[in-house]
């Protein structure tokens, strides 16, 4: 499926090419942005590992800036092009890795490309389906040790999510097909050993009210840190998913991913080594919202149920988290690994005023099947575990206050009672984030 999808999309940009102008015409540029300020306290992050006393429970304090910047430019009828850069950096950290400006977003769209159903998108851009459960960030959250820092700011408050792609849209409303390929990796260019991803995602609307999805993924990888040799590790993704708004007020969602493949022969993200190659995973994950909107205040509640499959028998049967975008809630996404993993989600929320949100949620994670260790993407690190599955309950209290139609003030608090996963030593983790966002 790959090196078709690929000669399509390159057959289509080779002959647009050939038969269009080779400038363009500007009629329209806009230049807009953001600048989020961010003040952050965490304790106990790395859930003790190592423990040693008080000594080893980390305790984290920084402020940071994201400053973005997009440039849209609307060029010749159905031809348009986009410019974001980027800068996240703590404060008072001053070097070449985390002042510099770097490309957030770069593409070109093309409407009605040669035939008039299809769109073309090529260059660096935001791609996202359904929930997000399978696709949605680029810089999918793994963990690179020491706090997880992408130059100097915590990369789980990262706002970079986009991939380096091509995407060709067909859209035959109510059907609406997307063919994907992006460049993951690619360390050198004279050696097979890059990443890709290739994909297929249809849309389609039943009814007003109900929406249908069906996709299939296909992650190839051949970087060498994965593991030096020939062989690729091969990840498929077969899934679908229902989506119904046929009450007022009250969207029901459904969906379920089938990961077939080879692994190749390393350790496993969430439970040690595994003596068999083929991948054989499964994820479920169904959400309910219910917005009283006749009511004061507009309190809204939500339900949400996530089961990622973990290794068993010897098999790995591991979910892969491939390039989800979904926050259950704001500590376990940085410290737990997306993988055999259940959760429930329960959450709401309410606007006392005009300006301001209230919301509140509270998630508990369990082991989908027993471990003795856990790899924490926070600490870049193997936490023993003591085979239980309880791994915790989170509490999440947001305020938010649009203090005009340009400037948003918030202030969250997170804490996280570790389960009996965990040593009884080993402490319960915190956080504090204060954050001004200015949007022009």
Do not use: C, H
């Not at 999808?5 to 806009?30: D, I, R, W």
């Not at 997880?148 to 091509?166: E, I, K, Q, T």
């Not at 439970?271 to 169904?286: E, H, I, M, P, T």
């Not at 965990?422 to 001004?436: K, T, Y």
């Amino acid at each position: 499926m790959g090196k078709r999808l690929v000669a399509v999309l390159a057959l289509a940009l080779l002959v647009g090419a050939t038969f269009s102008t080779a400038y363009a015409e500007v009629q329209n540029v806009k230049v807009s942005g953001d600048i989020n300020i961010i003040g952050v306290a965490r304790d106990n992050f790395n859930l003790g590992s190592n423990y040693d006393g008080d000594n080893a429970k980390e305790k984290n304090r920084l402020f940071g800036t994201q400053t973005r910047v997009r440039v849209d430019a609307d060029l010749t009828d159905n031809v348009a092009a986009t410019v974001r850069l980027i800068n996240e950096r703590s404060w008072n950290t001053e070097d070449n890795s985390n002042t510099d400006i770097d490309l957030d977003l770069a593409y070109v769209t093309l409407k009605e490309f040669l035939y008039s159903p299809l769109t073309l998108t090529l260059g660096r851009q935001e791609i996202r389906f359904g929930n997000q459960l399978i696709i949605g960030n680029s810089n999918n959250y793994i963990g690179t040790g020491t706090g997880n820092v992408l130059n100097g700011f915590p990369a789980d408050l990262s706002v970079r999510n986009s991939f380096d792609a091509m995407r060709a849209t067909l859209n035959y409303d109510p059907l609406v097909i997307d063919l994907v390929y992006s460049k993951l990796k690619n360390s050198n260019t004279n050696t097979s050993d890059d990443a890709d991803l290739f994909g297929i995602n249809a849309s389609y609307d039943v009814t007003k009210d109900l929406n249908v999805q069906a996709y299939i993924w296909d992650k190839r990888d051949k970087s060498s840190d994965v593991v030096a040799n020939s062989k690729k590790d091969n990840v498929y993704t077969l899934g679908g998913l229902a989506t119904f708004r046929g009450i007022e007020d009250l969207v029901l969602s459904l969906e379920g991913a089938w990961q077939f493949g080879f692994n190749r022969d390393y350790t496993d993200d969430s439970d040690g080594s595994v003596s068999s190659d083929k991948r054989r995973a499964f994820a479920l994950q169904g959400l309910a919202d219910y917005t009283f909107s006749k009511v004061k205040f507009t309190p809204s509640i939500g339900l949400g149920y996530t089961y990622l499959s973990g290794p068993r028998d010897g098999k790995y049967a591991g979910w892969d988290p491939m390039y989800y975008n979904e926050v259950l809630s704001n500590i376990a996404y940085a410290i737990l690994p997306f993988s055999n993993m259940q959760a429930i989600n329960l959450r709401a929320s309410m606007k006392p005023t005009d300006d301001v949100t209230l919301a509140a949620s509270f998630t508990n994670y369990r082991r989908a099947q027993s471990s003795n260790t856990l790899y924490s993407p926070y600490s870049g690190t193997t936490v023993n575990t003591t085979g239980k599955k309880d791994l915790g309950n989170e509490v999440d209290l947001t305020a938010t206050y649009d203090y005009t139609e340009d400037v948003q003030l918030g202030l969250t608090w997170g804490y996280f009672v570790r389960g009996k996963a965990f040593a009884s030593d080993r402490g319960n983790a915190s956080q504090l984030v204060g954050s001004m966002k200015v949007t022009f």
